[in-house]
Structure formats: structure tokens, C-alpha cells
């Protein structure tokens, strides 16, 4: 199973929008202004009531703004209150540090005995943009190039990249294909090798369905499932006739694999095929209609 996520502020310059005093001071200051000068937007009276009123309007608004800014910025409210120290566990083991990327996203980092993972979300289309490292030798593979290529280009770091490889044709998963690859020397691959990097090897999993030539890549008990599979049901599928072929890789390809295989798609939060089994079944045991296609939810559809 994958570790906690490690997070380390001190490897990345945070730009202004990352100061907790910044947002602190925006929820303290407009409530004491109303307290101090007796006005807000909403009072021109004195007293208590008004001073109380005036204080919760200026909280309210400015708390709105905030977290709408900060929501779009960093695609998540928790982000807001990152600073504060809710488990202090956590703080005590040395494996579990705060770590801001320059793009906004908080970076997960994913360790095993397998394999070292790194998942940066990139883009307007917030892809999922992983690199894929053998600890012991630190070689390693990329994987998915979307835009914002820069995000993922500034965790190589020292890892020697052995393949690039896309999930599938899609143009938000190769809006940073020209940069990547004129930045990094390694080949390009075809479909069903078996890619080894240091002491690990990726397994190419043919997976057509969402596109015609849609892979998934395994190492080990890793699944990176492109836009095949996602916590709640399959990818997109364009046709009914696309909906069976995702519907028949999934079933034939991916959920044979290990319960404990843990699952990185191309956006969003991870999952497991213990789970996905799990919903799948819920979808199996229903009937559908026969035109089917599009957006599909294991519980929902």
C-alpha cells in the first residue's frame, strides 16, 4: 500500500497567495474595522447590534471571496486551512512534511517497497502528470504530458527518465508533449513492451475504449489508468458500441488485477481495484439501455 503523501515546504518558492498571514489578516481586519469605526457596507448606525451585524457582513464577504479565490487556485477548500496543524501526529512523523509545487497543488508522493511516485496536477483540465522512479537506481518513466509541462519538468530532479509514455491521444494529456520531450532524452515506445527502469519494470495494458488506442501501465501493484478507469465508473465513451469496449477492457484487463492494486488515473483522486470491483459489481447487477454512452457512474448509472 501507498504511504501517507509527504509534503515539504522547503524545496519550493511559494508565491504571495501561500502566506497564511495573508488570509488570517482577511477574516481578523474587517470585522475589527467595523468594531473600531462603528461601519460596513450594511451599517451606518451605532451600538451593538449594529456593530455585530457590521462584523458578520464584512466576515461573510470577505470569507466568500477568499475561499472562491482560493477554491480555483489550489482546486481544493482544504487548502485554505493547510497551516494549521489539525493532527499533530502527523507533524511527528518525519516522514510527513507539508509540500507545496509552485502550480498550486499539493504533491503526492507515494512510496512502497516498489516503486517512488510522483503526481503533479497540471493544467486547466486538471491532468494528472506522474514520474515513476526505482529507488534503488533512480531511473524512472513519465507519464501523460498535459499542459503546464513545467510542473512536471521541475520534479525529474535527478531521476533519469527511461520512456515517456501517454495514456492515450487526447489533447489535454499532450498539451505539454513538445516541451517534455525536447527537454528529456529518452525514446518513445510502442504499444505491449514491457519497459524496464532500474530494478522495475512497466507493463504496457492495452485498454481501447475512451480512444482507440487507450493504454493503462502497471508496476508492480501501481495502476496508471490514463482516462480508462476513474473512482467512480469508466472514462468517457463517444458511442454505446465505445461503452462496451471500455466496459469489456476494464473487466477483462484491470479487475483481474490484485485488490491492494492501487490506481492513479489521468485526473482526480486515486482509488483502488478492491474498490472498483465494488462498484462495478453494483453496476453489473443492474440493467441499462441498450443506446448507453458518455459519462457512466458505477452507483449512479
Keep these: ?40 457596507p450594511w451599517h451606518s448606525g451605532e451600538g451593538f447590534r449594529g456593530i455585530l451585524v457590521g462584523g458578520i457582513a464584512w466576515f461573510i464577504m470577505i470569507a466568500s471571496v477568499v475561499l472562491s479565490v482560493r477554491w480555483v487556485q489550489e482546486g481544493g477548500v482544504r487548502n485554505l486551512f493547510i497551516f494549521v496543524p489539525w493532527n499533530t501526529t502527523d507533524l511527528a512523523d518525519p516522514d510527513f512534511e507539508y509540500r507545496f ?5 499539493i504533491m503526492a508522493l ?10 503533479v496536477n497540471m493544467g486547466r483540465f486538471m491532468n494528472n502528470g506522474y514520474i515513476v522512479s526505482c529507488p ?13 509541462p513545467e510542473l512536471l519538468l521541475n520534479e525529474v530532479g535527478d531521476v533519469s527518465i527511461k520512456a515517456i509514455l501517454i495514456t492515450h491521444n487526447h489533447q489535454d494529456h499532450l498539451n505539454g508533449f513538445n516541451e517534455i520531450t525536447g527537454s528529456l532524452d529518452a525514446p518513445e515506445l510502442t504499444d505491449g513492451q514491457v519497459i524496464p527502469f532500474g530494478n522495475r519494470e512497466l507493463k504496457v495494458l492495452v485498454t481501447p475504449g475512451h480512444t482507440d488506442g487507450a493504454s493503462c501501465f502497471l508496476v508492480g501493484n501501481h495502476l496508471f489508468s490514463g482516462d480508462t478507469l476513474f473512482p467512480g465508473g469508466p472514462g ?7 461503452l462496451a469496449t471500455i466496459l469489456e477492457s476494464i473487466q477483462s484487463k484491470l479487475l483481474t488485477l490484485s485488490d491492494d492494486t492501487q490506481v492513479y488515473p489521468g485526473h482526480g483522486d486515486d482509488t483502488t481495484i478492491a474498490e472498483a470491483k465494488r462498484r ?11 443506446d448507453q454512452f458518455g459519462d457512466v457512474d458505477w452507483l449512479g448509472s
Design 1 to 40: 500500500m501507498a504511504s501517507e503523501p509527504k509534503r515539504d515546504l522547503s524545496e519550493y518558492p511559494r508565491p504571495w497567495f501561500y502566506r497564511p498571514e495573508i488570509y488570517y489578516g482577511l477574516f481578523i481586519f474587517p470585522p475589527a474595522w467595523s468594531v473600531l469605526t462603528l461601519r460596513s
Design 101 to 105: 509545487p509552485t502550480g498550486g497543488e
Design 110 to 119: 507515494h512510496y512502497d517497497g516498489e516503486v517512488r511516485i510522483v503526481k
Design 136 to 148: 534503488e537506481t533512480n531511473e524512472g518513466i513519465l507519464i501523460d504530458t498535459p499542459e503546464e
Design 236 to 242: 468517457k465513451s463517444r458511442s454505446p458500441e465505445a
Design 280 to 290: 462495478h459489481a453494483v453496476y453489473a447487477s443492474k440493467s441499462h439501455p441498450a
